[in-house]
């Protein structure tokens, strides 16, 4: 830096706008081209470099030198660029999601889904009066075999047999369900 850079700078750290305007013209186009090595989009590059020029004009009292400043601002339109290529591929990625979303695919697996939950939870409520009170505390509630025997004061054997008694009712009702549904094969493709 000559020693008219270096006034400039002095001038520019003393609030002098025609200071800041020959610092701005220096460094606006060196800065543009820096921010084009990590976005290809040169409005978006203009728009940083401006931003970032600026937040110069706003801190100008802290930069104790030229060197801090030449360092702020390539760090500042660096971390910003790096913002903006963060903060596209978030938008890309809920983009995906959203399509996906909205696909039928979706759409489909959701709905039978829910008529899955929605036969499975008929089929509990079917189960006999034990069937269903063991199934409740051991598969609902997460309570281990001898807890569950303690709290319905039955014998461990019995909470074995009424689980596997639920279990096998449960199936022989989707079961029957699954041979249902492939007479319809058009439902599912």
């Not at 802290?62 to 903006?84: E, G, H, Q």
């Not at 807890?147 to 009712?169: D, F, G």
Request: aromatic content about 14%; overall charge positive; glycine content about 2%.
């Amino acid at each position: 830096m000559d020693s008219s850079d270096k006034i400039h700078f002095e001038e520019f750290r003393k609030g002098n706008e025609n200071a800041y305007e020959k610092i701005f013209q220096k460094y606006y186009a060196p800065l543009c081209s820096f921010a084009l090595q990590y976005l290809p989009e040169k409005e978006t590059c203009e728009d940083i470099v401006q931003e970032v020029m600026i937040a110069i004009w706003e801190k100008k009292t802290i930069f104790k030198n030229v060197d801090a400043f030449k360092t702020y601002l390539y760090t500042s339109v660096k971390n910003k660029a790096l913002n903006v290529i963060k903060h596209q591929k978030v938008k890309t990625r809920h983009e995906d999601e959203i399509k996906f979303l909205d696909s039928e695919e979706f759409f489909t697996d959701k709905i039978i889904e829910e008529e899955v939950h929605a036969i499975l939870f008929e089929c509990y409520k079917a189960l006999p009066e034990q069937c269903h009170r063991v199934f409740k505390l051991s598969y609902l509630e997460g309570l281990r075999l001898k807890e569950v025997a303690e709290k319905l004061n039955i014998s461990v054997n019995t909470v074995k047999t009424q689980k596997y008694r639920a279990i096998k009712l449960i199936k022989e009702r989707f079961e029957k369900l699954s041979k249902c549904l492939t007479q319809f094969p058009f439902l599912f493709p």
